[in-house]
């Protein structure tokens, strides 16, 4: 796999209507979450881990790369397959260089977790994205490793680390719902003697969780509050490799199911996408607004709950999304505006605070997404208030998409479904999460430009 990731030059797209009603049968690339975390925790395990399913993104081969710098060694045997040489928990070696995870905050959150734990000075940075991005919050519970850290103003990369290979175990209660900073509390928790806590008032994706007690650590969660959890790590596991089976990733099958649901007259299955319940927010919202989608051919691979989703298109109504839900689909907001700007009436997402630190502030560049495109929307506090049409939207809009793929695929099924021509100024960052979107959007019918 090429690991020369220069960015790809500026990729415009003027998004047409299709001819004809989508339809067919595909499969999404891997889980994005998961393929970051089995290169992760594969190369903190001992012996050889065979993955399957890999996304072969952007963000990802930039945590192959960070763990091939920090001793593993990492292998593409083929499309999706890879294995990893893992170094066991304490054999990972100083990287030479700087890790530059790119576009990608989970890889650098992550890696903190796992470099503030190990007894070496590493250096990490990343594209003018994530340079802006806060590192803060998970500094200041790794601070309690005994790591040193030392960044930029306001906590942002680069981002040197010195490491401490004796922590003490951590007790942390999340200040924001981020599995991220689960994660990276939970990773430096691998080297400490003794128990790591975690307190999550709302619970946020588990896949950490669910993978580590894969390679054979134990891990206990427990039930807290209203929806809430406590997990309990024990320090120093035995990390074993075992096969990892990733499945279709939730977050991208979104694009192709919402624009589906919205050219009139299309029917579009999705097949072998993740349904861990702490990721399906956004099919559980789309069905409260009316939505057609069938799950079907329920199954468990490699641990994770799987399924394939059949989205026919048809009339929506709004829907109020409490804030509570928002962790289970926090990356799906720009896209459920798109469907909520056509659905008839009112539709609310409460408690976004947390998009103004993505990949780009997500919540300013979907309100810029939709009035651009002839849509009323609104903010108040830290809910969006989109006022649908109960039909195609104006379009016609120039959408700003701020090196973020997430606004660059919500605004292709924006251009997808409005009465006149969307232009995307880039859609070069797709590639981070989703390569090959345009080729599969194409082979459903959507006719964009290759
Ligand atoms: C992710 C967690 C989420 C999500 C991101 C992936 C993960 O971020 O937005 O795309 O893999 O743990 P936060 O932890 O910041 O909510």
Redesign the pocket.
């Known amino acids: 796999m090429k690991t020369d990731h220069v960015q790809s030059s500026v990729r415009a797209l003027t998004v047409h209507a299709p001819r004809a009603p989508l339809s067919g049968s595909l499969q999404v690339p891997g889980d ?2 998961i393929s ?2 089995s290169l992760m925790f594969a190369a903190l395990a001992r012996g050889t881990t065979h993955i399957t399913g890999l996304l072969e993104g952007e963000d990802v081969l930039r945590t192959a790369d960070a763990m091939r710098a920090l001793g593993a060694d990492i292998t593409r045997t083929g499309t999706g397959n890879w294995t990893v040489q893992g170094c066991g928990l304490d054999g990972l070696r100083e990287p030479a260089d700087v890790l530059d995870m790119g576009n990608s ?2 890889a650098a ?2 890696l903190s977790g796992i470099l503030a734990s190990h007894g070496f000075t590493s250096v990490m940075t990343g594209d003018a994205s994530l340079r802006g991005r806060p590192m803060k919050r998970v500094m200041d519970p790794l601070a309690a490793t005994g790591a040193v850290f030392l960044s930029r103003q306001g906590g942002r990369l680069p981002l040197a680390i010195q490491g401490n290979a004796n922590p003490p175990p951590l007790s942390y209660r999340l200040p924001v ?5 689960k ?1 990276a509390v939970l990773l430096a928790g691998l080297n400490a003697v003794g128990e790591t806590r975690v307190e999550e008032p709302v619970a ?2 588990d ?2 969780e669910n993978m580590l007690r894969h390679f054979g650590a134990t891990v206990r969660v427990e039930p807290m509050g209203a929806g809430g959890r406590v997990i309990t790590l024990q320090g120093r596991p035995e990390l074993v490799a075992r096969d990892i089976v990733v499945p279709g990733d939730p ?1 991208s099958a979104a694009f192709i199911l919402a624009v589906a649901l919205l050219v009139p007259g299309s029917k579009v299955s999705v097949r072998g996408v993740g349904l861990n319940p702490l990721r399906t927010g956004l099919f559980t919202s789309l069905k409260e607004m009316g939505a057609d989608l069938v799950i079907s051919n329920e199954r468990v691979e490699g641990g994770e709950p799987v399924g394939d989703i059949t989205a026919t298109a048809g009339a929506l109504h709004g829907v109020d999304v409490p804030a509570t839900r928002a ?1 289970s689909m ?2 799906e907001y720009p896209v459920l505006a798109v469907v909520a700007a056509h659905a008839a009436g009112q539709s609310r997402f409460r408690g976004l605070e ?1 998009l103004r ?2 990949e780009s502030d997500r919540l300013s560049a979907t309100v810029a997404l939709l009035e651009a495109n002839g849509v009323k929307v609104e903010v108040v506090g830290d809910d969006m208030i989109v006022h649908g049409t109960g039909g195609a939207i104006p379009g016609g809009g120039l959408v700003q998409t701020r090196m973020d793929h997430r606004l660059a695929m919500s605004a292709i099924v924006m251009g997808l479904a409005a009465r006149k021509p969307v232009c995307v100024d880039d859609t070069a960052f797709i590639d981070t999460s989703f390569p090959g979107f345009i080729t599969l959007m194409n082979s459903i019918g959507a006719g964009l430009p290759a």
């Open positions: 994005k979450s970051h975390r905050g989970t959150r992550l719902a981020s599995a991220q900073v994660s946020t994706r896949h950490t977050s962790p926090i990356d947390e630190v993505k």
